[in-house]
């Protein structure tokens, strides 16, 4: 199916045309293994998996490369804080980056690159741009060389995030230094410092790559020089991605990338998200309060290139959002087929099937699709009542398993997301301290006899108590009663 996709290097929404038609090849900025992950890295990383899975949904053959940059600043600093190897401090947050991306119902990527892998094609493409002249060497005091990208010598620098080379403020926008030919010049290798601890040898002396030429590295060796689609937050366009840009296509003497797509940064009232503000919540400190089923359902409730507002009622939204799609899914694992006819919501159902899809090829539109999906999700729960016929429950059957492939957000074990629900909503209310199920469960039961035997007054204080501990009762008609957590 044909995509329509905002690409950022035209500032226009634009029919998707890949190079090979049987192939996707597909580039994302994966995280720095220094810490945790925030939840501003999780838009990033589920942007990205929705990326991977709607082109799939859509019916195409993908190859996507999300790297994880293992040598950085960061991480030096924080394994010499530990005592332990830069290797081992990075591995170790790698693994930790994958555990939260399992959390997030990621796909698999194809390939998942190291920086610290990747040294060879670094060395050979910053070679490759000294001999065509876009790089050149500084000496050091050491006897070291530092290698620098000549970036005027590129004649269409700026042409991804716009910027004009003579408006920057050099020495606060870019880094100055006496040494380079010009102040808008970045660094390709650095020389080693002995308190790193991890280096590694070069034409140029021990040293290790500076940030950006280590995704142009890899993108090339495992997409080819060309690819099909990069993606990364809108704060890496500039100087990051452009920088990728003027590095690929100086060593390489063709285009780097034709598509460009930017998800838009996540606030928490309505300001940026940073360290700074003392506002950052990783990835790891949510799930284990609301579920990764609720983070993802937050990330994917506006369009990636809107921004999105970090709110108490965003996490209560999505709560209740996340049940009524598994409480769906659970309905439609048990309910049985008759014999009824009912052609004409089947092929409303089929429509719908259509629809979803032409949201999601309309720059991955997942708000729009959403809203199809609770429309099939509501006429499902009145029409399932009534009576549906097998043909119709294949249909709706084939809804879900669209959403669940295109945008991961109906999972497989509707029980069990349900069942994380009730832990999301009690940490949600404050509840968390002052109760416990097994008290809740005894002053319901202790309720129910207290209602049996017409003690309304005693009824009232009990319904007043579990109100005090953040919990809502529901009486059924079947004389049952079901609670929640406010």
Request: aromatic share 8%; net charge negative.
């Amino acid at each position: 199916m044909e995509i329509r996709l905002f690409n950022n290097l035209t500032r226009q929404k634009e029919l998707f045309k890949p190079i090979d038609p049987n192939l996707v090849r597909f580039y994302s900025c994966g995280p720095t293994t220094y810490n945790f992950l925030h939840v501003g890295n999780a838009r990033a990383l589920v942007v990205a998996d929705l990326f991977h899975r709607t082109l799939k949904a859509l019916g195409y053959n993908v190859k996507f490369v999300r790297n994880y940059t293992d040598v950085d600043d960061k991480i030096l600093e924080a394994a010499r804080v530990r005592g332990i190897h830069p290797k081992e401090h990075a591995d170790e947050f790698i693994r930790e980056c994958a555990k939260d991306m399992d959390y997030l119902g990621m796909l698999p990527a194809t390939a998942t690159p190291t920086v610290s892998e990747t040294m060879p094609e670094i060395i050979q493409m910053i070679q490759d741009l000294i001999t065509n002249g876009y790089a050149y060497t500084v000496k050091k005091e050491n006897g070291a060389e530092e290698v620098l990208y000549n970036v005027p010598k590129f004649a269409d620098y700026g042409k991804l995030s716009r910027v004009q080379l003579d408006s920057l403020q050099h020495g606060i926008r870019v880094e100055s230094d006496k040494e380079k030919k010009n102040p808008s010049d970045f660094v390709l290798w650095k020389p080693a410092k002995p308190e790193e601890g991890w280096s590694w040898d070069s034409p140029w002396g021990k040293g290790r790559p500076g940030w950006h030429i280590e995704c142009s590295a890899m993108a090339k060796k495992h997409l080819g020089k060309t690819i099909d689609l990069h993606h990364g937050g809108v704060d890496l366009m500039f100087p990051h991605h452009e920088n990728e840009i003027a590095q690929s296509e100086a060593a390489n003497g063709c285009p780097f990338c034709n598509n460009w797509a930017h998800n838009e940064f996540l606030n928490f009232g309505s300001e940026k998200m940073s360290k700074s503000l003392g506002n950052v919540v990783t990835i790891r400190d949510f799930v284990n309060k609301y579920s990764g089923h609720v983070l993802r359902q937050i990330l994917l409730s506006v369009h990636y290139r809107s921004k999105l507002d970090w709110t108490e009622d965003s996490i209560t939204k999505a709560i209740g959002e996340v049940e009524r799609i598994h409480e769906f899914a659970h309905a439609l694992e048990i309910v049985d087929a008759k014999v009824v006819d009912d052609m004409k919501e089947t092929n409303e159902v089929k429509k719908a099937i259509e629809l979803i899809k032409a949201e999601l090829a309309n720059d991955f539109n997942v708000p729009g699709a959403l809203g199809v999906f609770f429309g099939v999700i509501k006429d499902f729960n009145r029409h399932s009542k009534e009576g549906a016929s097998a043909a119709y429950l294949k249909a709706v059957m084939e809804v879900a398993e669209l959403m669940e492939n295109a945008t991961g957000l109906v999972h497989q074990n509707p029980k069990e997301v349900l069942a994380s629900l009730n832990l999301a909503r009690k940490n949600l209310s404050g509840a968390g301290t002052n109760s416990s199920e097994e008290e809740i469960e005894k002053l319901i039961a202790e309720r129910k006899e207290a209602r049996a035997t017409k003690n309304w007054g005693r009824s009232d204080e009990i319904r007043n108590r579990l109100n005090e501990l953040g919990v809502v009762v529901k009486d059924n008609p079947d004389g049952t009663a079901t609670w929640t957590y406010k």
